[in-house]
């Protein structure tokens, strides 16, 4: 499974945006898909995770209530919609996944190669 991570760019504060990531190479419908983000000299962060299935999602705390993951399995991608953006939030972020439930932690099989999002005042 390949993994296109997309839809990063410069927002202001308050602002949203929505990422992508396609899967090409095999359907990526049996697995779960996590998004985490990482600013310079700080560890990946664990911020969003979706079911296979899409039936559960699990967030970070930094973000909860305002971003929201979903699927489009027809599509085959996840998104990650992004709203009520802080600066704390920049970030290059990265969607994973893994053939067995989300995990908060690094333990995913397939990486994709990350967008950067960078929220201005």
């Known amino acids: 499974v390949q993994l296109q991570a997309s839809g990063g760019g410069l927002v202001q504060a308050g602002g949203s945006l929505r990422l992508s990531c396609a899967a090409s190479?095999?359907?990526?419908?049996?697995?779960?898909v996590a998004w985490f983000r990482q600013d310079p000299g700080k560890e990946r962060e664990f911020v969003a995770g979706?079911?296979?299935?899409?039936?559960?999602?699990y967030y970070g705390d930094s973000v909860k209530g305002r971003f929201t993951t979903s699927r489009d399995k027809a599509k085959n991608t996840v998104y990650l919609e992004m709203n009520s953006l802080k600066l704390e939030d920049t970030a290059v972020y990265y969607c994973?996944?893994?053939?067995?439930?989300?995990?908060?932690?690094?333990?995913?099989?397939?990486w994709g190669q990350g967008t950067q999002v960078t929220v201005s005042s």
């Open positions: 979706i079911t296979w299935n899409g039936g559960t999602t």
């Open positions: 190479g095999r359907t990526f419908s049996n697995y779960a």
């Open positions: 994973a996944a893994r053939k067995w439930g989300v995990s908060t932690g690094y333990d995913y099989e397939y």
